[in-house]
């Protein structure tokens, strides 16, 4: 099958390839001008970042950094560990540095990148689903430190990006799942045909191997790709993209960041759709189509009732970091979301009984 081109618009637009077996590309997304390219890859893809070396060889020098795999890899040691061979081995500015795995690779490879030289091209080459509709596109990257998860980072939007459907094998259908969280969230703020794929069959549309996953992750980036297109440095719509994610956040920190982003986006959403409900935004119809699709993914959608003074407190916390009210994505219908500024106390509570278990 044919490669999908998604171009991601801005001032520096770029391209999203879609498509089986494609690394063969990359050549060409590196560009003439690279001598030399930097592939950051972790442990579990080793045999796999040393295949690619291999590729590449004959058209540049290419060095690999293995890192810490997951969240162990977003420090600033193991950023300076990569300047550190970036460094020894004089890249310039018109070298490239390679992300070649899930979203924290991609955030601390971009972000190596962001900083190297005040900024070197990037390509991603995202090997989780997570990473492929979300972490990859959009030029956020970042670290964490002891005090919180991105709280150092650059927008650095990649030169490219090389979603190749085949590098997912490996994944477990677990990890595939809980990245639905954020596929259903794309379905409900702007493209419903990613709910309807899902409804007609749960199983093929989470095979990585279908044609209908292919669809769903081409749709997926394709909204992220106009909404990041349209404000990159987050100061407008793309706002929207955290549906779901005021409480989702709440209950990873509740959870100690150890449950998957997607499930923790998927209470969150259902949490909105009842805020939506209760000031009478949304039918009953679409709350509990929130409710089925995600408990077909096997995503939670109830969280305990003798939890809401934990959650209320954090989110009132992040929101201090972010503004002075507590501001929810809500729907007013399937794909028009629109924004609720500081609801009151009493339905917070209200809709977090909706959903208490
Ligand atoms: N920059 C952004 O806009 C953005 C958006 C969303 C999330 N993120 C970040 O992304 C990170 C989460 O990304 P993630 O869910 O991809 O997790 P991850 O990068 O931690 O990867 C999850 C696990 O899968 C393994 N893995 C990766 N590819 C594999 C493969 N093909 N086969 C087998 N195992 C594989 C990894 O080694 C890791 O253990 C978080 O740090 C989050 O902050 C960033």
């Known amino acids: 099958m044919s490669t999908t081109t998604i171009t991601v618009p801005g001032r520096q637009p770029y391209d999203v390839l879609v498509g089986r077996d494609i690394l063969g590309s990359l050549p060409e997304l590196i560009g003439s001008k690279a001598r030399k390219v930097l592939i950051v890859h972790p442990a579990t893809l080793g045999a796999r970042a040393e295949a690619l070396r291999e590729s590449l060889s004959s058209d540049f020098e290419v060095l690999l950094a293995e890192i810490p795999d997951a969240e162990t890899g977003k420090r600033v040691e193991v950023a300076a560990f990569c300047w550190q061979v970036l460094g020894q081995a004089d890249f310039t500015r018109t070298d490239v540095v390679i992300g070649f795995g899930g979203g924290a690779v991609t955030d601390l490879a971009g972000f190596v990148a962001a900083t190297w030289l005040r900024g070197i091209r990037l390509i991603n080459v995202p090997t989780t689903l997570l990473g492929m509709v979300d972490a990859s596109i959009g030029g956020k990257t970042g670290i964490n430190t002891n005090e919180g998860k991105n709280l150092v980072g650059a927008f650095h939007a990649p030169g490219g990006v090389v979603v190749d459907l085949d590098t997912l094998e490996g994944l477990s259908q677990m990890e595939i799942l809980a990245s639905f969280g954020e596929v259903v969230k794309y379905g409900f703020i702007a493209e419903p045909e ?123 916390r992040d929101k201090k970091a972010r503004g002075s009210m507590l501001r929810f994505i809500v729907l007013d219908d399937i794909a028009r979301p629109t924004v609720l500024t500081g609801p009151d106390e009493s339905l917070l509570f209200a809709a977090y009984q909706e959903i208490g278990a």
Not at 232 to 249: A, D, K, Q, S, W
Not at 263 to 292: C, K, P, Q
């Open 194 to 316: 990613i709910l309807d794929i899902i409804e007609r069959g749960v199983d093929t549309a989470t095979d990585p191997r279908s044609d209908e996953f292919r669809r769903v992750v081409e749709l997926s980036i394709g909204i992220k790709a106009r909404v990041v297109g349209e404000d990159f440095t987050e100061l407008g719509v793309r706002e929207i993209l955290n549906y779901g994610h005021t409480l989702g956040h709440a209950v990873e920190y509740a959870e100690r960041f150890q449950w998957r982003h997607g499930a923790a986006v998927a209470i969150g959403m259902v949490y909105a759709a009842e805020l939506a409900r209760l000031t009478g935004r949304l039918s009953d119809e679409v709350v509990d189509r929130h409710r089925s699709i995600l408990t077909s993914l096997q995503l939670p959608v109830s969280y305990p009732v003798g939890r809401w003074q934990t959650l209320l407190s954090v989110m009132k």
